[in-house]
């Protein structure tokens, strides 16, 4: 018998691999399980052949417009909160006496639910809210205020609860590329802005891209704010409405899988779409050299 | 920016920290230096002492707290890095991890403009003048340090500096290629003519590469001059002692007659040059272990009788460990047929043997 064979065949197992099991049995039992039961279902329709369920969802009028009002919210929504963490978070990668004070006070809105900031914008952005009167006091703004019960109160919702996450990860992501890189190119002649340009920026790019996926998906599941802040019967209805009406107005379960599978699928579109572009940035160690 | 200068003059330049307790400390002291055009200085301490202070204060990546920069006539202390122009050589290396080889070092050319034509070219010359032809499609990770270092050099005089300024550029690199590097150091700074700020903590690195040796403690510097003037003639204690004057020795103050000093211990007699005003009765005495020589008992004057404590092979000669018979220890540089236990005589000359006051 050869020696290597002999070996393997003693190699012994790694008993630290059965700490995955608490994990894969949840994945499997409150994911996969579900999931394709879900994906089953969905084929599976109250009356018509099994393509019957997406066919509807593609042909009824108050169904397929959702994934559009539903990107039409994530999209920008995602856009704003990664565009305005970049800078916020660029400006605090340096430990300064404000950066910890700051950098909690933007946190904050991530220990509120939805319901929570929902309720709050109500009070204030409302039609009677303290910002209408305000301006009406300063005599700044006269007019009525819409800003809850339509699309900008559902916008503004998934900014608040979604900046601290795009905050937080673009944050991690910039601590970690070594400034002496930055001060290297200030000694080749970069300015601030070609340091940020040419260093941070490509640098940055993978995590970039990651945390739009993470702060994307987060937005397209929307679901209370379209409900508490806008208006779910016209321009927020998102397609998670569509799922919870066919679900548990129509009591159709088979039509709010085929939803959910959908929405499932647009969302793996984005998703693979902007990690796919990651590919084309260097991925790979943010440090200089040894030390 | 400028390709060339006559002098770089730092002007007691100073740089205070908060330290421990909310008490500033001076990083650098009054730092006063004239840096002449094509000249190598190395900038020589232990960590802690200032010399990287300096490097970042010359860069531009470090504010001054007093004092001022000047390029001849030109103040340079208020410029931002970017402005100022020179070429920074960093411990780590600071290379772009996502820029390939050529890229790292045309950055300084592409970030001043210059013609992508006329770009590829001098990469070309540079990765020549460090001997990386062929590697300049690479990403840096995929080097090994000591190549990384060298792209490091090629990336800082690419541009064509009037100043390049390395801040320990060898101590991540192993012996061996520590001391190719080094070479190359000198033959690039040969070939550029180019004026060098140096800062290590090696004095090895110091004496064979630097036309002058700034020697710095606590911030304050020690002595300023030409190698053999560092390593023969330290100004004071603290010198002597980095410049690997192993023995220092405390004695009594037996006589004066101008430099010459003699001293008396328990049972050691010696005379040396003062380098340093002495005040009180006691004085240090310092000498390096390879100028004691090991003689026989016939010989007289500045000599020390012990007995061999230690001995540590080290192939040529061996390093002994001699204890006299009053306890004192010295480090001696001798034949390596000498025994533990031996009984020998050793002898100094006069004028290698340095006194200073004692601190």
Same mark, same amino acid.
């Given at each position: ?113 939805t319901v929570?900031i929902a309720?709050?914008m ?31 109160g559902v916008?503004i919702s998934l900014?608040i609860s ?60 929307v679901f209370p704010s379209a409900v508490l802040l806008g ?5 927020t ?55 | ?130 001997? =990386? ?31 390049? =300024? ?84 405390? =004695? ?108």
């Amino acid at each position: 018998m050869p020696a290597s064979a002999d070996t393997l065949a003693r190699t012994p197992f790694d008993r630290t691999l059965l700490l995955v099991i608490p994990a894969a049995a949840f994945m499997l039992l409150l994911f996969v399980y579900p999931f394709l039961y879900g994906l089953a279902l969905s084929f599976n329709p109250k009356e018509g052949g099994p393509l019957a369920n997406y066919a509807h969802f593609f042909t009824t009028d108050n169904l397929w417009p959702t994934i559009w009002i539903t990107l039409k919210l994530a999209l920008p929504a995602t856009l704003v909160n990664v565009g305005l963490a970049l800078p916020i978070a660029f400006k605090m990668r340096v430990k300064t006496r404000y950066q910890r004070w700051v950098t909690t006070i933007l946190v904050v809105p991530i220990t509120l639910g939805t319901v929570l900031i929902a309720e709050g914008m109500l009070l204030y952005f409302g039609p009677k809210g303290w910002l209408s009167q305000f301006l009406q006091f300063a005599h700044l703004y006269e007019g009525p205020i819409r800003l809850t019960h339509n699309y900008w109160g559902v916008l503004i919702s998934l900014v608040i609860s979604g900046f601290p996450f795009a905050f937080l990860l673009i944050l991690s992501y910039i601590t970690g590329i070594d400034p002496v890189l930055a001060r290297a190119a200030a000694t080749l002649g970069a300015d601030p802005k070609a340091q940020f340009r040419h260093i941070y920026l490509p640098l940055l790019a993978p995590g970039l891209a990651m945390c739009f996926c993470l702060a994307f998906v987060q937005a397209f599941s929307v679901f209370p704010s379209a409900v508490l802040l806008g208006s779910p019967a016209g321009p927020t209805r998102v397609i998670s409405i569509a799922a919870y009406e066919a679900a548990f107005e129509q009591y159709d379960y088979s039509l709010a899988s085929a939803i959910a599978m959908i929405m499932g699928f647009v969302q793996l579109i984005i998703v693979s779409a902007v990690l796919s572009l990651r590919n084309v940035f260097y991925r790979g160690p943010v440090s200089g050299g040894k030390g | 920016m400028r390709h060339d200068f006559s002098e770089l003059k730092l002007d007691r330049v100073t740089r205070r920290f908060a330290g421990a307790g909310g008490k500033a400390f001076n990083a650098l002291d009054e730092l006063t230096l004239t840096v002449r055009r094509g000249e190598f200085i190395a900038l020589l301490g232990p960590s802690g002492c200032g010399k990287s202070t300096a490097l970042n204060c010359i860069a531009g990546l470090m504010q001054l707290s007093g004092g001022t920069i000047w390029l001849d006539d030109t103040r340079i202390d208020t410029l931002p890095p970017e402005s100022r122009g020179f070429g920074m050589v960093f411990q780590n290396y600071a290379l772009f991890p996502h820029m390939s080889v050529a890229k790292n070092i045309g950055f300084g050319l592409r970030m001043r403009n210059v013609a992508a034509a006329e770009i590829a070219p001098r990469v070309e010359h540079a990765l020549k003048l460090v001997q =990386l032809v062929g590697q300049a499609h690479k990403l840096p990770g995929q080097l090994s340090g000591g190549q990384q270092q060298r792209v490091a050099i090629a990336r800082a005089i690419v541009i064509e500096p009037p100043l390049i =300024l390395m801040d320990e550029p060898l101590s991540n690199l192993d012996a061996k290629l520590r001391i190719e590097t080094r070479a190359e150091i000198r033959r690039i700074h040969r070939e550029l003519d180019r004026a060098t700020i140096y800062v290590t903590h090696d004095q090895d690195e110091a004496l064979s590469l630097a036309d002058r040796i700034v020697v710095m403690k606590d911030g304050v510097v020690q002595q300023i001059g030409a190698p053999p003037e560092v390593y023969g003639q330290p100004s004071n204690l603290h010198v002597a002692r980095f410049m690997g004057y192993r023995n220092v020795l405390e =004695l009594d103050v037996t006589g004066q007659d101008g430099d010459r000093v003699t001293l008396a211990g328990p049972d050691i007699s010696l005379s040396g040059v003062r380098k340093q005003p002495l005040a009180g009765k006691r004085a240090m005495v310092a000498i390096r272990p390879e100028e004691i020589v090991v003689t026989d008992s016939s010989a007289h004057g500045n000599t020390i009788d012990g007995r061999v404590d230690n001995v540590e092979y080290c192939g040529r000669d061996a390093l002994l460990d001699i204890v006299t018979a009053s306890g004192a220890l010295l480090h001696v540089r001798g034949a390596v047929t000498i025994r533990r236990g031996d009984v020998v005589r050793v002898q100094v000359p006069v004028e290698r043997t340095l006194v200073y006051p004692p601190t």
